[in-house]
DNA sequence: GGAAATGATTGTCT
DNA sequence: AGACAATCATTTCC
C-alpha cells in the first residue's frame, strides 16, 4: 500500500546521504570549511612536523599536496551528496505526483516537502513519516466519469453484480484508479443499495435510461429495451416509484415485472430461491430464514 | 456548521 | 481469497 511504500522508499533512499557533510555545508560557508580543513591537517601531521622542523619546504609540499587530496575528496563527497539529495528529492516528488492520484495534493505541499528534505535529512524522514501517517486515511473522491462508469456496471448487472478480476482490471482502467479501489467500490455499493433500494431508485433509473438509449442507439432495429445487455433497464423499470425498502417484497415486484427474464439471461435458474450463491438477493434470504 | 455521501479500513464469516 | 457489515475519516452539499 502507499503509505507503507512510501515510508520503505524513505528508509531506503537510493544512495546513503552523508549526514555530517551536509551540517557542515549548511552552517559554514566555504571558506570557513576549507579553514577547518588546514586546521585538521595541520592537527593530524603535527607532530611529524615537529620531528622534520629542518626540512621545511618538502613538509610544506607534502602538506599541500595532501590538502589538494583532500579537497578533491571533500568536493567529490559534495558532489555525490547534492546528488543523493537531488535524487531523493525527485523521487520524493515523483511519490507525491502518484499520491495525489489518491488524495489532493496542491504545490505548496511539495514544497514544503523539498523544504524538509534539504533541512535535515533526519529529522527530515522524521516529518515525513507522521506526515504520511496523518495523511493515510486522506481520501479525494472519484471523478465524475469514474463513477458514471461504474454506476453503469453496476446497474446493468443489477442481478449479479460481482465483476471477475478481468472486468474489474478493465474498470480500473478506464476509471484511472487500482483494482483494489473497485474492488472497494463495488462493496460499498452492493452493502449500500441492498440497504437501502429505495434512496437508489432514482438513480437506477437514471442508468437505466442511459443503457436503454445507448442500447438503442446502438442497434437500430431494436424496438424492445430487453436485449441481451440491457438488464439493468428491467429492473429500474419495476422499481420506478416503488417505495418498498423490503427485499422480500423488492424481490416479489421484480418477479412479476420482469426481473426474471434479467436472472434467465445471466443463466440463473427461476425463482429467486435457487439463484446462485452471488446473487445478493440470495443472501438476503438466506440469512432472513 | 452539520448532515449526507463516499472511499477506506477492519473484523468476521464462508 | 473474497464478500459482507460496521465503522472511520474525509469530502461534498445544503
Not at 4 to 22: D, G, M, R, T
Not at 152 to 168: I, M, Q, T
Given at each position: 500500500?502507499q ?7 524513505i528508509?531506503?533512499?537510493p ?13 559554514d ?26 626540512d ?8 599541500k ?34 499520491q ?13 516537502m ?5 533541512r ?8 515525513l ?57 463495488f ?32 442497434s ?42 434479467i ?27
Amino acid at each position: 500500500k502507499q503509505p507503507a511504500f512510501f515510508l520503505f522508499e524513505i528508509f531506503h533512499p537510493p544512495e546513503p546521504v552523508p549526514l555530517s557533510i551536509q551540517g557542515v555545508q549548511q552552517e559554514d560557508p566555504p571558506d570557513a570549511q576549507i579553514m577547518q580543513l588546514d586546521n585538521m591537517l595541520l592537527c593530524s601531521s603535527g607532530g611529524r612536523s615537529r620531528r622534520n622542523s629542518d626540512d621545511g619546504s618538502l613538509e610544506h609540499v607534502d602538506y599541500k599536496e595532501k590538502l589538494s587530496q583532500i579537497r578533491e575528496i571533500y568536493h567529490a563527497e559534495l558532489d555525490k551528496y547534492e546528488q543523493a539529495c537531488n535524487e531523493f528529492t525527485s523521487h520524493v516528488i515523483n511519490l507525491l505526483r502518484e499520491q495525489s492520484r489518491m488524495r489532493p495534493i496542491s504545490s505548496k505541499e511539495i514544497e514544503r516537502m523539498v523544504s524538509i528534505i534539504h533541512r535535515n535529512t533526519c529529522e527530515a524522514v522524521m516529518i515525513l513519516r507522521s506526515m504520511f501517517l496523518d495523511a493515510r486515511r486522506k481520501r479525494r473522491n472519484f471523478s465524475k466519469q469514474a463513477t458514471e462508469i461504474l454506476n453503469e456496471y453496476f446497474y446493468s448487472h443489477l442481478a449479479n453484480p460481482y465483476p471477475n478480476e478481468e472486468v474489474k482490471e478493465e474498470l480500473a482502467k478506464k476509471c484511472g484508479i487500482t483494482v483494489a479501489q473497485i474492488a472497494n467500490w463495488f462493496g460499498n455499493k452492493r452493502i449500500r443499495y441492498k440497504k437501502n433500494i429505495a434512496k437508489f431508485q432514482e438513480e437506477a433509473n437514471v442508468y437505466a435510461m442511459k443503457t436503454v438509449t445507448s442500447v438503442s442507439s446502438l442497434s437500430s432495429q431494436a424496438t424492445s429495451p430487453a436485449t441481451p445487455n440491457s438488464g439493468g433497464v428491467m429492473v429500474c423499470g419495476c422499481f420506478a416509484g416503488d417505495t418498498v425498502g423490503d427485499l422480500f417484497k423488492t424481490e416479489d415486484r421484480l418477479n412479476q415485472h420482469g426481473y426474471q427474464s434479467i436472472l434467465q439471461q445471466h443463466a440463473i435458474p427461476s425463482g429467486l430461491h435457487s439463484v446462485g450463491p452471488s446473487c445478493i438477493f440470495q443472501q438476503d434470504n438466506l440469512q432472513a430464514v
